[in-house]
């Protein structure tokens, strides 16, 4: 029996003060023998990169794209010490699905946890990993994460602890969408009135690599491009997957895509998901899986196909109607030659539109058994309408109706600090008009710019219900993928048109919906969440897609900010708070 188990049993016995502190200390002894600081040093820089074959300009880390892998075991501490070789610009780096117990000044999300690193200096991110899962990071500071500052983020179990399935291998897929247009003139486009929208992705990456000049599939069709004639060695070639026969492999695949919702298939294979956002889920069978920016899955697939051949691995866009080549990798089976082609052509991506398809999938994704289960009841409700709107003529995102633009001095600092003037105080609405049809464009298209918080009780239940609605088009309603910071939530259901408390409550699933960081509203629809607000920090919760946020589309959470006894002062040197040190540090 391990210590944990007797130490429960003696602390829930009348047991001698002695013996409690000795289980105490020895569960401490052995929880730190476990775990390990794993030290990483990050020089963040502009390099020349071909990601699909074609020259650019990407943001490297220590002169690579994507980021290295970091890979950690529960319970483990990373620690990153991150200098900006940038020249002009600031950088922060975001630790998607990590919730930062502890630590909310890591959580790097620009004038929310953190000042930018600016150039030249160093930053240290010091977090526990504290849940075994698939997660990625990726900057969080204009829209550098679409300029390819990402990376993935593997979280093993602690040691003596099993994962509830069984495989013989794994990989990584980190899937993302690259346009030839540079970020710089992407913000400016966005920024312009009229708008200058960044229009669908040249190419859809796998760990960093596609290929825009040429196909691996063009001889199976009539398409126009060449087949590609890669040696192996380019940034742009595909990163094969091998495997030997009669294996079962994990294959770990997050999204970091700026727009596309991607839809993965490998030809003749199955796919069993397991995991989702670091939670396991009730495992299920699919031909092909959907996933939105922001989100992760593993998978479990059996090498029990002919061998003598290798297969395609594809990823196609849905959700947008695609005016981008799918993103194609081989699954090769050893001893078969890598080069070797598969015998028929990739698997065809579901219609773009298919929506009813979209839904079916995400209401298969359910938690394993013995997972964490919701609260009963909430103990706020917060409906957040997303619009799209104008100001002055320039095309934003609103929630109900606020364009959130975000504030120089970081929430963390200035709500610590009660400097009240660093942001509007007053709570952001908490819903949206009755009369409000969320089937047609808006009445009044207006909407206005805002930077309030929505402060949470410490320790209540929170739901959340994301109202989807016609955007600023006649019979145009896009799908949104919202992540939220600092904590996981449990998506208790979807729904079609506006959520109706009386009759779409009872519909809610509080037996075994799944805990995910990020969830997708479909058009014209709803997606309900719930979360306890246990974590000291600003948080923010966003739309995924880079753009959209970048157009006001998200807002931030605050809570228990009052309890955190220290905020480190490189955090928080910029703004007010800076102000504020600089006085305080010179008298
Ligand atoms: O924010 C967006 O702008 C365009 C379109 O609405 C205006 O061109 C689009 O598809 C978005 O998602």
Redesign the pocket.
């Known amino acids: 029996m391990g210590t944990k188990t007797t130490c429960r049993r003696l602390i829930k016995a009348p047991a001698s003060q002695m013996l409690v502190v000795a289980c105490i200390f020895m569960l401490l002894v052995e929880s730190s023998a476990g775990s390990k600081a794993r030290h990483f040093k990050w020089d963040v820089e502009y390099v020349f990169w071909s990601p699909d074959c074609i020259e650019n300009v990407v943001m490297g880390i220590n002169g690579q794209f994507p980021g290295p892998t970091i890979r950690a075991k529960a319970g483990d501490t990373v620690v990153i010490d991150l200098t900006n070789k940038l020249h002009t610009e600031g950088v922060v780096i975001h630790w998607h699905g990590i919730r930062q117990f502890g630590s909310p000044w890591a959580d790097g999300t620009a004038s929310i946890s953190q000042c930018v690193i600016n150039p030249g200096e160093t930053f240290t991110y010091r977090f526990k990993v504290d849940k075994a899962g698939t997660y990625f990071y990726h900057g969080h500071y204009g829209m550098q994460r679409s300029a390819g500052l990402y990376g993935s983020l593997v979280v093993d179990v602690e040691d003596g602890r099993k994962e509830p399935f069984h495989y013989d291998g794994e990989f990584n897929l980190l899937l993302s969408d690259w346009w030839h247009e540079s970020v710089h003139h992407q913000e400016v486009g966005l920024s312009s009135n009229p ?1 200058r ?1 960044i229009g669908e992705p040249q190419t859809l990456l796998i760990n960093g690599r596609g290929q825009y000049n040429c196909s691996l599939a063009a001889r199976y069709s009539n398409s126009s491009s060449s087949q590609c004639q890669l040696r192996g060695s380019e940034h742009c070639a595909p990163e094969i997957l091998h495997v030997l026969p009669n294996k079962i492999y994990r294959l770990r695949i997050a999204s970091t895509t700026a727009l596309a919702s991607l839809n993965l298939a490998i030809g003749n294979h199955k796919m069993v998901v397991v995991e989702a956002d670091g939670n396991y889920v009730t495992p299920f069978a699919v031909d092909d899986l959907d996933i939105y920016s922001g989100e992760s899955y593993s998978v479990l697939i059996t090498t029990n196909q002919d061998p003598s051949n290798n297969y395609w691995l594809s990823a196609g866009v849905r959700g ?1 109607e695609p005016k981008t080549p799918q993103g194609l990798s081989v699954l090769n089976y050893r001893p078969n030659s890598a080069s070797k082609l598969p015998a028929s052509s990739p698997p065809t991506t579901p219609a773009w539109n298919d929506y009813a398809h979209s839904k079916s999938f995400s209401n298969k994704i359910l938690a394993l058994m013995g997972s964490p289960k919701p609260p009963k009841n909430y103990d706020r409700r917060i409906t957040l309408l997303n619009t ?1 709107n104008k100001i002055n003529g320039y ?1 934003k ?1 609103a929630i109900n109706n606020v364009s959130l633009t975000l504030p120089p001095t970081p929430y963390l600092g200035s709500i610590k600090y009660g400097l009240r003037h660093a942001f509007q105080q007053n709570s952001p609405p908490e819903s949206f008009s009755n009369d409000y049809d969320v089937m047609k464009q808006p009445v009044n298209p207006n909407t206005t710019t805002g930077n309030g918080v929505y402060i949470l009780a410490m320790n209540t239940t929170v739901d959340i219900i994301l109202q989807n609605a016609n ?3 006649a019979n ?1 309603s ?1 799908i949104h993928p919202w992540h939220l910071h600092g904590h996981d939530f449990w998506v208790l259901g979807y729904g079609e048109g506006k959520f109706d408390p009386k009759k779409d409550e009872k519909k809610l699933n509080l037996k075994n919906p799944p805990l995910r960081n990020t969830a997708v509203i479909f058009p014209y629809g709803w997606t309900a969440l719930r979360f306890v607000a246990d974590n000291p920090g600003a948080w923010a919760f966003h739309c995924h ?1 880079e ?2 946020l970048h ?1 006001g589309m998200g807002v931030v959470f605050a809570e228990g900010i009052q309890h955190l006894t220290k905020i480190p002062q490189e955090a928080i040197a910029c703004g007010l708070t800076g102000k504020m040190l600089m006085t305080a540090n010179h008298n």
């Open positions: 708008l929208w947008r799209q095309t995102w955007a600023l088009t145009v896009e897609i753009p959209h157009m």
